[in-house]
């Protein structure tokens, strides 16, 4: 067992989404999608502490969401910033202190379907290598276009990034650092081991292509059926 630390993002505003409300607190069958998501780590028992990152505009709603869900004992709660970025870094400062090689996990509230032994996965690889990331191999033809040309990817080298991604509590809270003294903003966390770090090696565990972020609405047909074949199962 690999114990860890969990920072789930849910500051943003769903703006995609469309939904008149943050997209944390839309209905999918029984519950809402952030429960769902946080449900995948309160039943996973290598989690030690969930850090949730959330908007101050949200705070009454969500401390009545984790009341209602009987979660309110098991979440920190931590106001979050303008960017993800910046959100994911107030999650890391607001950690109690803890090892510097203790395996911390950033994960997008938006990702209900994350599976548990891509969690015990990734805390493992984490533990070992520093720094990890979930993705899948990316299945459409990429283009790259620049003013005057346009060219084919091997897409035998392009992966997705997902979330969680998992680091070191010392080298993720160091590369947020970095990047927040240099106002540098990267579209993921790996990346800013990859900006100030190169000489650390990030690895990737395959994923599903099933942990999905819901960020439009046609996301949520996918995320109905999915927790329809999660049901039958
Ligand atoms: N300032 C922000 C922005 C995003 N997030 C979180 O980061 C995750 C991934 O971001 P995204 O899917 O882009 O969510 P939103 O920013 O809410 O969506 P949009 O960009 O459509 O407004 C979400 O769980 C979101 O709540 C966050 O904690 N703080
Ligand atoms: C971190 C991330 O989920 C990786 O896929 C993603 O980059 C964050 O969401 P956004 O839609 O790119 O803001």
Same mark, same amino acid.
């Given at each position: 067992m690999v114990e860890y630390h969990v920072i789930v993002l849910a500051a943003g505003q769903g703006k995609r989404m469309n939904a008149g409300k943050n997209k944390q607190f839309i209905q999918l069958q029984d519950k809402p999608l952030i429960v769902h998501t946080l449900m995948n780590f309160i039943q996973d028992e290598w989690c030690q502490s969930i850090y949730m990152v959330i908007s101050q505009e949200d705070q009454l709603a969500m401390e009545g969401l984790l009341k209602e869900h009987f979660l309110f004992d098991h979440v920190h709660l931590v106001h979050g910033g303008k960017e993800r970025q910046e959100s994911g870094y107030r999650g890391i400062k607001a950690i109690q202190p803890v090892q510097p090689d203790a395996v911390v996990m950033i994960h997008d509230g938006a990702r209900p379907f994350?599976? &548990?032994?891509?969690?015990?996965? =990734?805390?493992?690889?984490? &533990?070992?290598?520093?720094?990890? =990331?979930l993705a899948v191999q990316v299945t459409d033809t990429i283009k790259r276009k620049t003013i005057d040309s346009v060219e084919t990817l091997d897409r035998s080298f392009l992966w997705a990034a997902q979330t969680p991604q998992a680091f070191h509590y010392s080298l993720i809270k160091k590369v947020h650092e970095m990047a927040n003294d240099q106002e540098f903003l990267g579209t993921d966390d790996a990346s800013l081991v990859e900006e100030f770090m190169p000489e650390q090696q990030v690895k990737i565990v395959e994923g599903s292509y099933q942990n999905v972020k819901l960020t439009t609405p046609e996301d949520l047909l996918r995320a109905e059926l999915i927790l329809n074949k999660k049901g039958e199962a």
């Open positions: 994350v599976e &548990k032994k891509h969690l015990h996965q =990734l805390a493992v690889t984490a &533990k070992e290598e520093k720094a990890v =990331l």
